[in-house]
């Protein structure tokens, strides 16, 4: 039984897809679950939150070998040999990261190449297109992982469509703009489009003993974040935008054509899991410290209302990590 794999997408950028991946890592692992992030953004943006520049210069060295998930996938792309065991950086007994890589942007053109061969059943074709969920699979079973998180960039390019194959769960992260609105407009007819790409691959393996993935990609709720907040609700400014939300996510993540739809988030339960404050200030306190909001002490600088903006980041996050748990059942 394959270990389940939740992928954060949006392809509008901008939206903290990056810091809700990284804030729910640390949430899932103070409660309790064996959690691994993966970073498959190619920017590495996930990777920079959690490690120090001088680690990265061991990880990432001019010269030798690197230690990044691209390093796992280069023998399969080079044509030397299968995947490798990827290196996990080891963040808390609870908390493992593969680690990312800038290189990762030059797979695009080969997973690109052999996305149309699976249909003709070449065995090269399934290894590579399958690379990243067996990768992430391994990981996680040799860590006894409960639950594997990734971050992507915000593109509809070949190496997203190859980690959405890989992906049993996605949830979209929002900003109450236009561009995101759009950005569901684009992302729904994709992920349905995907899908039923793989779907038709499947059949075609020829390699009876190359475990594959079987892309369910199955929504499970969008997360609003990066509002400006008077008085505990969003600013009138961001209403028209934040309330088409239920609308355009069951129109085309959902395939729900005829409504009847939510008129605001709050009054949509079954998709919206959470409206995330900005909490200002605390953001770069916690990116200074190396540490998510809710860990932030006294000692960093939280205190007066800074504590208390740190008991309720700890309160929504754990609240979101829970409906998320419930949601896929781990």
Not at 222 to 248: C, F, I, T
Request: aromatic share 8%; hydrophobic share 40%.
């Amino acid at each position: 039984m394959s270990v389940p794999v939740l992928t954060f997408f949006n392809n509008k950028g901008g939206v903290g897809k990056t810091s809700l991946v990284y804030h729910l890592t640390w949430m899932l692992s103070d409660l309790g679950y064996q959690v691994l992030a993966c970073d498959l953004d190619p920017q590495a943006n996930l990777t920079s939150m959690f490690i120090n520049e001088e680690r990265l210069e061991v990880l990432w060295p001019t010269n030798g070998e690197r230690k990044t998930i691209y390093s796992a996938l280069q023998p399969l792309l080079d044509g030397t040999g299968d995947i490798e065991t990827a290196h996990l950086e080891h963040v808390t007994p609870k908390l493992n990261l593969i680690v990312g890589d800038l290189t990762l942007s030059s797979t695009e053109d080969e997973l690109s190449t052999q996305w149309p061969q699976c249909m003709d059943g070449l065995p090269r074709a399934f290894r590579v297109i399958s690379a990243l969920w067996r990768i992430l699979q391994k990981a996680a079973k040799d860590q006894q992982s409960d639950i594997v998180l990734v971050d992507v960039g915000p593109n509809l390019g070949a190496l997203n469509r190859a980690v959405l194959v890989a992906t049993d769960y996605v949830i979209v992260p929002l900003g109450a703009d236009l561009f995101s609105l759009q950005g569901l407009r684009n992302l729904g007819p994709t992920l349905h489009r995907w899908r039923k790409g793989w779907k038709d691959r499947c059949s075609r393996n020829p390699v009876s003993e190359l475990p594959i993935p079987d892309g369910l990609i199955k929504p499970i709720g969008y997360v609003v974040q990066q509002h400006s907040v008077r008085l505990g609700r969003p600013v009138k400014a961001y209403d028209k935008w934040v309330n088409r939300m239920p609308e355009e996510y069951a129109r085309n993540l959902l395939e729900n054509k005829s409504g009847p739809y939510a008129a605001t988030p709050e009054e949509d339960p079954e998709n919206a899991l959470a409206t995330v404050k900005h909490y200002r200030s605390l953001v770069p306190m916690a990116q200074e410290n190396r540490k998510p909001i809710f860990h932030l002490t006294t000692a960093d600088g939280a205190f007066g209302s800074h504590a208390a903006a740190v008991d309720a980041a700890r309160w929504d996050f754990k609240i979101l990590a829970e409906k998320i748990v419930s949601r896929i059942e781990i």
